[in-house]
């Protein structure tokens, strides 16, 4: 039944070669790893006008000047992640890069940053989606939370089926959200242009007032860097892409790169030119769009559906960005190998089913209020940006191609806005951002841990004699078999020959108890009389538990067994009933049993196993 | 952890021979086992002049015929348990007796309705508790539902402790309620006879109203009915007393009985005279003290805290009763043998978990709402009653003893008046009443399938060449053993070291995927290499589940093994990490081998244990 479920949710397996079928053309990537990006104009621009009113209506003129050293971040950053896709074709994007330029540990902390950041992503953007349904549908209020629940579980399927399916499903909601995003920044230029919706700025560009000062343009430059989140993902997701992967990839980058730069720039500008100011009830977006369209109208509710799509379609991106670097991190061990499993369709589903029970934990614990994440959320995407980008400046200083220096500069550039970016986050917004002081250093701790365990593991199980030919081991002067007895059954008999067939010796041994001295002196008599050539040894114990007398014996007999020389083999005889159901019937002492004695050195544990035919 | 917390919670495990230590005296079995009778009488009068009223204040004096009418309906109950206890000493009740007499398949109908009935007398009681507790602390009063299941939890860990450790606790709540209700009681009469409390009644005895009917008088009297639950936990739980442990169970009986009897008729009697009439906001029992103590004073919360803590302790006779009826279903193979099994402190820890789960599911399926749920538990009470008592004519009748006719007459009397109730309730309460109809045909379904499967197992387990000599099993000719590889290490190579000192063929079975075809041939070159004597077998999969590829394998080498009599095992290598937590870095797939090679026929699995050190 689990299964019929499990091929209806996920659909049937795919065999391991069909996996290059799945790789992305340059369309549907723009539409599965851009979505996180582009739908951060629905908040960036907003979220510098916010700061910026803090000093007055006067200031709202800084929006421009900061608008266009966010487009020279953005473009810093897009240039520096095309050269990188070229560098680095098996994608990996920050961790892979710090790691190779920096070394092991700084990759570590960049891929420990996008690991919570992954799941951040997917927490905000659907909890963001579910706040815009509940704007729109205001009776659905006290279910946002379960609705949020609701997106991140029809994604973790989705992505479970695999990418391509997903894909298809996601062009709509983002090719809408870019006609109309374009539709709407065109036409509301237009009017300007042309006079037909007048200029309404609070204050000319230059305007002096009191609160100007660094730290007040800083804030506000900091708030509005959140638009640039969700860029890293496709140089992440590089070994999707249809062959050539970096070509593909790269021309990708850029495509979304010019979109959300006249998004965000055209956003910004219109928001300048009719003088908004953002409140409580409406959004930036919705403000601008309102003007534009002459009021709450069918260009309006579009802007609004579209924005409420891409949200829930912007925290997909995770699903695709996550397993890929939890895949990149298990190669190197410092995560669980799990995460390298394919699924039947050929995700990587444990780091999916990850993703979502983190985000979903996420969304539980914040109640799905998503402002107070996203400080934090920028600190775990730029203390990347900023490893990997001075990574980059040691790439080309070693490799020193063509115009090396050039290239450096830009990776300087980036490097040193995200880094002060960094720093800017940390003194302005501490109190949202101090949680990533504990995250780090516990997920670097859960790297070396792993890593540690790994090394050894793989050292103790190199062969030993490969070095050291003595060391290859004796074979075995025989075996020893002990067959565990309850009853004297057909089950026990047959277990009971098929210990003679392997073992030189076989020992039945059989635990009794205190309240039923007839009728253990009737199974030992019963034995003798079946078995007269078998050693029948009756341990005695106080408790009802079977598994520390068996314990003692199995260490007994191991111990005389080495000096012979003999393997030791536990026979557990079980009989397994015709349907799964009946097995509550029974008693399930084997189980128990048989994790017991796994921890006891040089023993095998055969289960034999006797079917029922009613 | 897990097993400190066990101890914690359920104390250090005790021998099987300190059974007998646990043993009930009649001081402590009264406090056990008679909570939930006693306790009746707080909601029985209640629940008869709740339907008199309905026909008016003048209907208000059939309260007392009817209250004789249950007097007598108590005191054959008592006397046919009585000769019950002394007739079956080793417990079971009415399932014992209606099995015996009547037949196995009436007896389960007996069984089934009890046990069914004891999730219900422990939902029940510790609803009414909870609600007293919110009555008295009205801020509590959302949090009914968690205080019941939370009373339901301490009860599961005491029994979970042990009987008498149980009994110690309990003997508290219910002597207390015993003495503040006699002192209550008699005070209350004393004041009527001496004329301090003045006559009231509403209507005197023998005066005609208009709804008087027979339909009528049944309907109250089967709601009166209610303070005999309870009755018969004593005869399920001889076995638990004391020797002489017929006498000390009889006695107790008849103690309760007559305190049952004395408090029900005083509390109806004063009801009666102080002319009481109940109501949505005080009970008749609070009204009595109030009028009794003059106020609300330190008597009335005496009253009112003694009613409280007797229903919580009387959500325990439920699990002192159900564990050893499930114990005598289990014996007879109707239930699964996991009852039958003692705890670490003796008690049934299984009956003891199934019952607690059991009545908290059925708290939060019905919100703690009592009222519904009375008339199905008595019907469920009732039904018992009449297949034992009418089960007890037949044992006078086939025993002849002295005096069995009186004896008969008495069991006929209650059977008759029991099977009465049961008809008065199908016909006047069906709506509350119906599931009973369901649950029934449903236990029984339950009880006859795992009856018939145990009988058909133990019929395929009986050793077949006993009768038939000819079909005992040719010893084998030698034994196959496949080792399944995935690398070659340590662990491999000690495992085929393991095979070969068990086996006289031994084949090393790899599984290979697409993905690294170069990967591949090294380790068949390696293998062949350091083991150029086992033949090493590479089975292609076109997808990531090894399980597959494996079942196929190992069939055709099972199937060719029986043309040669050979015994199969497949021999799993398996390395142990040493800290648990380490086994989620390590692939779990031997666990769902297993599980899928069990399902072969003639296979026996062997688990190779590699210990790592580090």
């Known amino acids: 039944m689990f299964r019929n479920l499990k091929r209806f949710i996920i659909g049937k397996p795919l065999k391991t070669l069909e996996a290059s079928d799945q790789a992305l053309s340059k369309s549907k990537a723009l539409a599965l790893l851009s979505s996180d990006a582009l739908s951060s104009v629905a908040y960036g621009t907003e979220s510098i006008t916010a700061v910026l009113l803090a000093g007055g209506a006067a200031a709202l003129w800084l929006q421009l000047p900061i608008a266009c050293l966010i487009l020279v971040l953005l473009a810093a950053i897009v240039l520096s992640y095309r050269q990188i896709i070229h560098a680095y074709p098996n994608g990996g994007g920050a961790y892979t890069v710090a790691s190779q330029n920096w070394g092991a540990n700084v990759g570590l902390v960049a891929g420990g940053s996008l690991l919570v950041d992954y799941m951040l992503t997917v927490a905000v953007s659907a909890s963001a989606a579910a706040d815009a349904i509940t704007a729109a549908i205001p009776s659905l209020l006290h279910f946002a939370v379960p609705m949020s629940i609701v997106i991140i579980l029809i994604l973790t399927s989705m992505n479970l089926r695999g990418l391509r399916e997903s894909a298809n499903f996601l ?52 708030s509005g860097s959140s638009s640039l989140t969700g860029v890293e993902a496709i140089s992440n997701a590089v070994p999707n892409f249809k062959a050539p992967k970096e070509k593909h990839a790269a021309s990708t980058l850029t495509m979304m790169a010019i979109i959300l730069a006249s998004f965000f720039f055209g956003i910004t500008f219109l928001s300048y030119w009719d003088g908004i100011r953002p409140n409580a009830s409406s959004t930036v977006l919705s403000q601008i769009a309102s003007i534009t369209y002459g009021g709450h109208g069918f260009g309006f509710y579009m802007v609004q559906l579209a924005t409420t799509l891409i949200l829930a379609v912007a925290a997909n991106t995770g699903f695709s960005a996550f397993p890929v670097l939890a895949v990149n991190l298990a190669k190197d061990k410092y995560l669980p190998h799990l995460f390298m499993d394919r699924g039947d369709r050929l995700g990587y589903s444990n780091g999916i089913l990850s993703l979502s029970i983190g985000a979903i934990i996420l969304t539980v614990i914040f109640h799905g209020s998503t402002d107070n994440l996203i400080p934090l959320y920028a600190v775990g995407v730029f203390v990347p940006f900023t490893l990997s980008q001075s990574g980059m400046i040691i790439h080309w200083y070693r490799n020193r191609p063509k115009f090396w220096l050039g290239k450096a500069t830009i990776n300087f550039v980036g490097a040193f806005m995200s880094a002060a970016l960094v720093l800017v986050l940390f003194f302005t917004r501490f109190s949202h951002v101090w949680p990533y002081v504990f995250i780090m250093p516990a997920d670097l701790t859960v790297f070396f841990k792993i890593k540690k365990h790994y090394t050894a593991v793989s050292k103790q199980l190199r062969l030993q004699y490969l070095n050291n030919p003595k060391q290859k081991q004796e074979p075995y002067a025989g075996s020893t ?6 009853n004297l059954t057909q089950v026990t008999a047959e277990a009971i020959n098929y210990a003679e067939s392997v073992a030189t010796k076989v020992i039945a041994m059989h635990v009794s108890f205190d309240i039923r001295p007839e009728k253990e002196a009737k199974i030992a008599a019963q034995f003798a009389e079946n078995f007269p050539d078998v050693r029948y040894v009756d341990v005695h114990s106080s408790y009802r538990s079977i598994v520390k007398p068996i314990i003692g014996f199995v260490t007994k007999v191991s111990n005389q067994s080495k000096k012979t020389n003999h393997s030791v083999t536990v026979v557990i005889p079980q009989f397994v009933p015709k349907k799964s159901w009946q097995n509550i019937l029974h008693n399930q002492s084997s189980l128990r049993l048989r994790t017991a004695l796994s921890g006891l050195d040089n023993i095998s544990i055969s289960t034999y196993y006797y079917h029922l035919s009613e």
Do not use: E, K
């Not at 062009?171 to 959200?177: A, K, L, R």
């Not at 078999?481 to 309850?486: E, F, G, M, R």
């Open 171 to 222: 062009m709509v909601p983002v090719y809408f959200f870019i006609v109309v995003m374009a539709v709407t920044v065109a036409y509301g230029v237009y009017q300007a242009a042309t006079g037909a919706i007048p200029y309404h700025a609070a204050a000319r560009i230059g305007t002096d007032f009191s609160g100007l000062s660094l730290i007040f343009f800083l804030r506000a430059f900091s």
């Open 481 to 486: 078999a002990i067959v565990l007895v309850s």
